[in-house]
């Protein structure tokens, strides 16, 4: 059974278009909010991070069933390390957050917290067969 076969449903577009932006935010805020961290040694460090992102955006559009799994637990990593930032900066704990990071987490954990239902779903589970190897 061929997958391009099948049309890709919404929730598949999204998700991958969560991690396409999650890449590009990862480049763009630190060199954007950071004036003095210009340098290129940053911008080779957040290339770095972002190429996660955008493996696991391409591995999500063509359909491989591990990355689903993978972009579940970074949703999940993703809310409860920021709702734990948020507990600590609530209960006053002297640390400070870089602001790449506090707008990061406005985009982060909402769309985590609407992908994370989809991925787990039944409709992700029957578009997510291709393995990691093979055909």
């Known amino acids: 059974?061929?997958?391009?076969?099948?049309?890709?449903?919404?929730?598949?577009y999204w998700s991958t278009g969560f991690?396409?932006?999650a890449g590009l935010l990862e480049i763009v805020l630190p060199m954007a909010t950071d004036p003095g961290s210009r340098t290129l040694l940053r911008l080779w460090e957040a290339t770095g991070k972002a190429t996660l992102d955008f493996l696991v955006a391409f591995g999500l559009w063509k359909r491989v069933a591990v990355v689903r799994s993978i972009a579940m637990v970074y949703c999940l990593g993703a809310i409860l390390a920021y709702a734990a930032a948020i507990a600590?900066?609530?209960?006053?704990?002297?640390?400070?957050?870089?602001?790449?990071?506090?707008?990061a987490s406005l985009f982060e954990v909402p769309s985590c917290a609407l992908l994370y239902p989809w991925l787990r779903s039944a409709e992700a589970g029957s578009v997510f067969t291709r393995p990691?190897?093979?055909p």
């Open 88 to 103: 600590f900066a609530w209960a006053g704990a002297p640390f400070r957050y870089p602001r790449a990071m506090v707008i």
């Open 132 to 134: 990691l190897v093979g």
């Open 1 to 12: 059974m061929q997958h391009s076969a099948r049309p890709r449903p919404a929730g598949l």
């Open 19 to 21: 991690f396409v932006a």
